[in-house]
C-alpha cells in the first residue's frame, strides 16, 4: 500500500509519509513523545503535523529510512472517524501528484481517480476560497526534547509558534 501511495503521487521514496489518527490517546502507540500531554492537545487536531520519534510499534516498511514520523489528527470530523475505525494509523499523505498544489475536494483531483481503488466524498477539507488552506498543515519537529523545528510553515505557522514558545517555552532548534 505505501509504494502504491509513492507511485501513484510520483513522489520520491525518500520522502517520508505521515500517518493520520483519530485521537491524540493513539499517538502515544506508535511514537515517543518528550513533550506534554497538554502541548499535543493545544495543537491537536488541528492543520498541524508533529514530527515525533516513532515507536517500534510503528510498521517498519513505512518510512524505514528515518526514526521519525509525522503524525496528524485532522479536524476534520469525517476523517477522524475513518481514522477511529482502523485498527491501525492510515498512511496521509496530500491527493495530488507530487510538488503539484493541494486539493481541497475530490473534484479537485478527478484526473487520479481512475487510479484509485475508492473515493470517498467527506466534504470539502478547508475554506476553498482561502489561499492558506491550499498551503497545507504546518509541520513541526518536536522529536529534541526543549526544542522545535519548523519543517514546513504550512497553514497555522504563527499561532503554532506562539503555543510552543510562550506557553510551553520551547526554543527554535537552532538557538
Given amino acids: 500500500a505505501v509504494r502504491g501511495i ?3 503521487k510520483g513522489r520520491n521514496g525518500a520522502k517520508p509519509l505521515a500517518i493520520c489518527l483519530g485521537d491524540v490517546e493513539r499517538l502515544y502507540r506508535y511514537c515517543h513523545v518528550d513533550v506534554p500531554d497538554e502541548l499535543l492537545r493545544d495543537l491537536l487536531p488541528g492543520p498541524v503535523t508533529l514530527v515525533l520519534r516513532r515507536s517500534e510499534e510503528l ?3 513505512l518510512n524505514p529510512f528515518t526514526s521519525l514520523v509525522g503524525v496528524r489528527i485532522p479536524n476534520h470530523p469525517f476523517m477522524r472517524d475513518l481514522a477511529r475505525a482502523c485498527s491501525g494509523p492510515l498512511a ?4 495530488n501528484i507530487s510538488s503539484q498544489g ?3 475536494t475530490v473534484s479537485e483531483f478527478q484526473d487520479l481517480w481512475p487510479q484509485l481503488s475508492l473515493i470517498i466524498d467527506g466534504g470539502p477539507i478547508g475554506d476553498i476560497q482561502s489561499p492558506e488552506c491550499r498551503l497545507g498543515s504546518t509541520v513541526v519537529d518536536l522529536s529534541v526534547a526543549g526544542k522545535f ?3 514546513r510553515p504550512g497553514c497555522a505557522l504563527t ?7 510562550q506557553k510551553y ?3 527554535p532548534e537552532s538557538s
Fill in 149 to 151: 523545528s519548523i519543517i
Fill in 6 to 8: 509513492y507511485s501513484l
Fill in 92 to 95: 496521509l499523505t496530500s491527493a
Fill in 169 to 171: 517555552g520551547l526554543v
Fill in 102 to 104: 493541494s486539493t481541497l
Fill in 59 to 61: 510498521n517498519k516498511d
Fill in 159 to 165: 499561532p503554532t509558534v506562539e503555543i510552543l514558545r
